[in-house]
């Protein structure tokens, strides 16, 4: 790790990079984006512009191997400790996606709907394989 680096506990801050990783198991896109949208104005406040976000697939994807969540921003403003500054962004996403999270009642029905969703998606696979 070089003195330009910070590393957090799901992210790293280098020069005036922020990128913020979740596995896919554990955080859904939706929830993600809702967090980044809850805080966007504060993130313009501060000069962080945020550049986007994508899945990483894993070159040998397992149960034990999941797929990561990656978001990106950038300290494009003027003057200021950019390290410092992406470090509160860290945290405002955080705090973000526990402000959007759904209630567990919620939560669960739509981890059911994407199931079935997924499920559905895998037979037409399948199917479509057989013939």
């Known amino acids: 790790m070089s003195t330009n680096e910070i590393i957090l506990p799901y992210g790293k801050i280098s020069k005036k990079k922020l990128v913020m990783h979740f596995s896919a198991y554990d ?3 939706p929830i993600i984006a809702a967090g980044i949208r809850e805080r966007m104005d504060v993130f ?3 000069g962080v512009a945020f550049a ?6 894993p070159e040998n994807m397992s149960e034990q ?3 990561l969540v990656k978001c990106f921003f950038e300290y494009v403003g003027e003057g200021g400790d950019a390290k ?4 509160r962004v860290y945290h405002l996403v955080w705090g973000g996606m526990i402000m959007e999270f759904p209630d567990i009642e919620e939560w669960a029905t739509a981890k ?6 997924t499920l559905a998606q895998a037979e037409v696979i399948r199917a479509r394989k057989e013939d």
């Open 52 to 57: 986007g976000f994508g899945t990483e697939i």
């Open 84 to 87: 410092v500054i992406l470090k």
């Open 112 to 117: 059911a709907d994407l199931s079935s969703l």
């Open 27 to 29: 955080i859904d896109l």
């Open 65 to 67: 191997s999941p797929a």
């Open 44 to 46: 313009r406040e501060l």
